[in-house]
């Protein structure tokens, strides 16, 4: 099936997901996913749903709202996966299931234990039951790019006769390189008879940093669906990054002459959806989305703009949803031009939340001059990711001095109208405050990491801080801003807190001390 159309499957709420400290919960996977089809991607994939009860959920979850694009789950070659996705995935108009199981000799050999013709045995069998749920079947044989190549086109073969309606090759350790993986898809182009009636897939992983490279080779090569993620977020170095390969389709369409369906201005937006909601900041020189993308600094490039964009620029800023201008907005900006400016940024805030957002710009305006663009999607981010409690931070005091302990005073406010202070000490401020946040909410936590980025530039630029701790073997991730950034820390701390005790309130295992002192005022 070579058509001129290039599938974007989208795997960021699947492999994305499975990268460390990449976890999202319901509610964020739901906001991914509606942003991924304001983005116009053909497919997402939602999940596994047989890995866990929560990953079901959340595949089903996003499939029952029926965003527009196919829905795919994952499965092993076994029937209790294969049943899980289509539970999962059958809500949605357009559903997909993908059955992989890895094909390689080293994988054969050391994690499957099982011959060749047992593996073709399993994955006809997965796809002949995949095809009785469903019309839209995906298969994957793991570890392609280190599979004999004879060996592939077998497999690839028997899978299409099985009846997958889409093949994917995936270069599952980012081993390939360009000129490899072109002849890889060349060979099972021109040795499987029935290539033609299936969409050729690929799927490249980035350890190599050749995960876009790669990808394009394969498309050159007559693959009409990538797989990729939002950011390159993935496993180990990541995935094909969704917005380097849709830019490099668009950009060098004269070369490629293909398309996608993506609507390329909702990319910069969900890039920092995504961003905002794994806490995986984007690089600056990051390519099509990086602060740095659109910025000229050397002298003789900026003569050359002035002179004409294209001297250096063979991208347009607004095509990837940067906008032009990067207005300021200042304490005299009303609802009107702030609404705006939100619109403008690629975000959609209903009512309700436009007016608490206003609320904190009007509060971030007393504090700053200047309003730029990082800060109002800051404050949107917060607004939209605000943790509903149950403690709130009403404040906080913080004494330091060197070669002295810091310490801290905290006071929170609870959903059902209690107010705690705490005090406490530590190596400096930050620590201190940590220390007095866990007392207040008589909880224990881990911190594993701890990052401050500024959200625009100058000196009076707001902090955003990303937290995570390790709480009864689970890694969790909060966020923080404020121009003050202790206190940023403070919020993205209390942040993490409040996803702790939600969580345990729905009924997760807690470790936690019932008798942790609390001194109510
Ligand atoms: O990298 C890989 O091989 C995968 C498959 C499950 C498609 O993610
Ligand atoms: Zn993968």
Redesign the pocket.
């Given at each position: 099936m070579t058509s001129d159309r290039i599938r974007i499957f989208d795997t960021t709420l699947r492999?994305g997901e499975q990268a460390p400290g990449c976890s999202m919960t319901l509610s964020e996977k739901l906001r991914v996913a509606k942003a991924l089809s304001e983005l116009n991607v053909d497919i997402i994939e939602a999940g596994f749903p047989a890995a866990s009860p929560g990953d079901f959920e959340s595949v089903k979850a996003i499939a029952d709202e029926n965003f527009g694009p196919v829905i795919c789950g994952?499965a092993r070659c076994n029937p209790d996966d294969i049943e899980k996705v289509h539970a999962a995935v059958k809500g949605a108009d357009k559903h997909r299931i993908h059955v992989?199981v890895a094909t390689s000799a080293i994988h054969r050999e050391h994690k499957l234990k099982m011959a060749k013709e047992e593996i073709i045995k399993s994955a006809v069998g997965a796809i002949k039951m995949a095809r009785e749920l469903c019309d839209d079947v995906e298969f994957?044989p793991?570890?392609a790019s280190r599979t004999e190549l004879s060996y592939l086109a077998e497999v690839v073969s028997a899978a299409i006769e099985a009846g997958a309606t889409t093949v994917?090759i995936?270069d599952?350790v980012g081993y390939t390189v360009p000129a490899e993986f072109d002849r890889l898809f060349r060979h099972l182009k021109e040795h499987v008879a029935n290539i033609d009636d299936i969409v050729l897939s690929v799927?490249c992983?980035n350890d190599l940093g050749m995960a876009v490279a790669n990808s394009l080779a394969a498309v050159h090569a007559g693959a009409r669906q990538v797989e990729c993620t939002i950011n390159g977020i993935g496993e180990r170095a990541g995935n094909c990054s969704l917005e380097e390969i849709v830019m490099a389709l668009k950009t060098r369409s004269e070369f490629f002459e293909l398309d996608t369906g993506i609507e390329t201005t909702r990319l910069y937006p969900t890039s920092r959806l995504v961003s905002s909601i794994t806490g995986m900041h984007v690089p600056r020189n990051k390519a099509i989305v990086g602060e740095n993308a659109f910025a000229h600094e050397a002298g003789i490039h900026q003569h050359g703009m002035l002179q004409h964009a294209s001297t250096y620029e063979i991208m347009l800023p607004e095509d990837v949803g940067i906008s032009k201008s990067n207005l300021v907005l200042g304490k005299h900006s009303g609802r009107h031009a702030f609404r705006d400016r939100v619109v403008e940024l690629g975000f959609d805030l209903d009512e309700f939340e436009t007016n608490r957002a206003f609320q904190a710009f009007k509060k971030l305006a007393d504090k700053k001059k200047d309003v730029y663009d990082g800060d109002i999607e800051a404050i949107v981010m917060d607004v939209d990711n605000s943790s509903p409690g149950p403690w709130a931070l009403k404040s906080m005091q913080v004494n330091t001095r060197t070669d002295e302990d810091a310490s801290a005073t905290v006071i929170l406010t609870s959903e059902d109208g209690n107010t705690v202070e705490q005090t406490a000490t530590g190596d400096g401020p930050v620590a201190a405050c940590f220390a007095a946040l866990e007392l207040a909410a008589g909880i224990g936590l881990t911190l594993k990491n701890f990052e401050v980025h500024s959200a625009t530039i100058g000196e009076d630029a707001q902090g955003e801080v990303t937290v995570t701790v390790e709480y009864d073997n689970s890694s969790y991730r909060g966020q923080g801003t404020s121009v003050d950034i202790v206190e940023a820390g403070c919020r993205a701390y209390l942040d993490v807190i409040n996803r702790v005790i939600r969580r345990e309130q729905r009924g997760a295992p807690s470790n936690r001390s019932s008798t942790a002192s609390q001194a109510l005022i």
């Open positions: 492999d994952l992989f994957s793991e570890d994917n995936p599952t799927h992983h």
